[in-house]
Each structure stands twice: as C-alpha cells, then as structure tokens.
C-alpha cells in the first residue's frame, strides 16, 4: 500500500525546503524570496504495513498417542488370538480348561504379534528409504513440477517412517507385557471368560428341527440345485 505526501519542488526538480501552499518570503526568517517558481509534484512515500499474523506451523501428530492406539489394537488382537485357542483346545481336541495352558497359549499368541510387529516395522523403514527422494532428484528439481514432485516424495518417506517408529513403540510395549505374568493370566482368564459366554449363547439358540428326507427326496433335491448352478452358470457366460 502507497501513501502520498505533497512536497514544493523547485524548476530544478529539487525540493524548496518549504512546505506546500506558503509562499515565498514568508515566515519567521529574512531570507528573500528565491527566484524560482516553486510548483507542486506528489511523491510516493512507503505506507507502514500491518503485520498479518503467519499462520501457525502444524504441530506434529503425538507419537506417543499413536502408541498407545496401536497397543490397544494389538491387545484386541492378541485376546481374540487366545480365545480361538482356547475354543479350538477345548471343542476340537476335547480336553478340559487348564489355565496354565491358557497361559500357555497366551505367551505363544504375544511372541508371533511381536515378531509381526518387528517385521512390520523394519519393512516401512525400508519403504521410507525408497520413498525419499534422492539428493541428485532434489537438486535438479527446477520446475514447479519437479519440485512438488520431490515434496510428494518426501511427505510419503516421512508418513512411513512415522508409522515405522509407531510399531518400532507398540513393539517396546509388547515386549514389556511379555515379562509381566498378571498380564498373561488376566489374558487367559479373559479368553475362558468370552469362550463360556459364546458358547452359551450358542446353546440358547433355537435350532430348526431336522427334516427327514427319504433317499428319492434327496436325490431330487441334489439335482435341483444342480439345475439352478448350471441356469446361474449359463447366465453369468451367456451360454
């Protein structure tokens, strides 16, 4: 923004010393009137500029709560891991509760989550390093093309190192519920725990009752089903 200040130039194009609009050989001094025509020209003066406030740099996400999210997922992992096997030991093998071997189980379950995890982190880091893009595509990133380009690139090697340290963290976290005894047998008590309920309520269910077929009803019923596969079938290819 420009502001305008009205100063008396003299023919030279230089100014009188005097302010606009007082003539000549007036005022305090005796000087005597000097023998030019002052006349009126505007000049450009810089206006002061109002600071706007800058925007405000976007705070970076809170690693330590993106832990903690990730831990509580992978617990809800790790409790559904040790109720199916607890439901396959008891329903498939037959054999009756035992809470050592629930907590058995337990350890097991949380020993493959962490080597899932581990794993999951060390592939992101090496994805990063991929994504980022090299020194010689940062140098010779002249245009505006070029150079959104490599900011893509690096905004993705740092989205994937970030979720690398996020499990490197959930990983810790694991590894230190893995030395605490309380916590695996209060995972196998919580795995009895839903294991009852579901099968409870799979025993409340109503059943139909079975339908006797003889064997020509059977077959009957066998062959339209295979009647409505092959009508499904000539549909589907037209043929």
């Not at 949380?110 to 140098?139: F, H, K, M, Y």
């Not at 139909?208 to 009803?217: A, D, G, H, L, N």
Request: with cysteine; proline share 6%.
């Amino acid at each position: 923004m420009l502001c305008f200040r009205r100063v008396a130039v003299d023919s030279g194009g230089m100014p009188s010393g005097r302010p606009s609009g007082v003539r000549a050989g007036t005022g305090p001094t005796l000087e005597a009137p000097r023998p030019f025509a002052a006349r009126v020209t505007m000049r450009f003066w810089p206006a002061p500029v109002t600071a706007v406030g800058a925007r405000a740099p976007e705070l970076p996400r809170d690693l330590r709560h993106q832990i903690d999210e990730g831990y509580l997922v992978a617990v809800s992992a790790l409790r559904l891991a040790v109720k199916n096997g607890v439901i396959l030991h008891i329903l498939r093998d037959g054999a009756p509760w035992s809470e050592p071997q629930a907590v058995a189980l337990a350890r097991e379950a949380l020993e493959t989550l962490i080597a899932e995890q581990r794993a999951g982190a060390a592939r992101l880091s090496e994805e990063s390093v991929r994504a980022a893009p090299t020194p010689r595509e940062t140098r010779r990133a002249s245009s505006k093309r070029d150079r959104a380009r490599v900011r893509r690139k690096r905004e993705e090697a740092d989205r994937l190192a970030a979720r690398s340290r996020t499990l490197r963290g959930v990983v810790e976290r694991l590894e230190a519920a893995r030395q605490d005894e309380q916590f695996l047998h209060e995972l196998a008590l919580r795995a009895r725990s839903e294991t009852l309920d579901e099968l409870m309520q799979a025993r409340l269910i109503p059943r139909e009752p079975v339908i006797e077929q003889t064997e020509e009803e059977r077959r009957e019923s066998i062959a339209g089903v295979l009647a409505d596969l092959q009508r499904l079938m000539d549909e589907r290819t037209g043929y």
